[in-house]
């Protein structure tokens, strides 16, 4: 019923950029927390970007400088703007949306596949 819709991931080589997109069927997740994480083979989903309602984001130091998380919350969607990709940034994102109200309630994107590779 709540469905994230992800869009722009695919196959960059190193050094390139990608803009990754994460719109929200339900206009209230405009009000609630949204970020975006990645999950590389074998390794456990980890935090990419984060972004509270108002504006305010946080990194992991891995991507720190290179990336950008950013909202519209008129159209209830996230963005993470990827620059200067290297290899070891390849991984499934998924983007992640907090229900304003019960913060245990959370939704997942379907994930879309980065690739950096040359």
């Known amino acids: 019923q709540v469905q994230l819709v992800e869009s722009g991931g695919g196959l960059v080589q190193p050094g390139g950029s990608l803009r990754l997109s994460c719109a929200a069927s339900?206009?209230?997740?405009?009000?609630?927390?949204m970020g975006w994480y990645r999950q590389a083979p074998r390794k456990e989903r980890e935090l990419v970007a984060s972004i509270t309602s108002g504006g305010s984001s946080e990194y992991s130091e891995s991507v720190k400088g290179r990336f950008t998380i950013s909202r519209d919350n008129a159209k209830s969607t996230v963005f993470l703007q990827m620059n200067n990709l290297k290899p070891e940034d390849t991984a499934v994102y998924y983007c992640?949306?907090?229900?304003?109200?019960?913060?245990?309630?959370?939704?997942w994107g379907q994930g879309t596949q980065v690739t950096v590779s040359s």
């Open positions: 339900e206009s209230i997740f405009s009000f609630g927390d």
């Open positions: 992640k949306a907090t229900h304003p109200y019960y913060r245990d309630l959370v939704f």
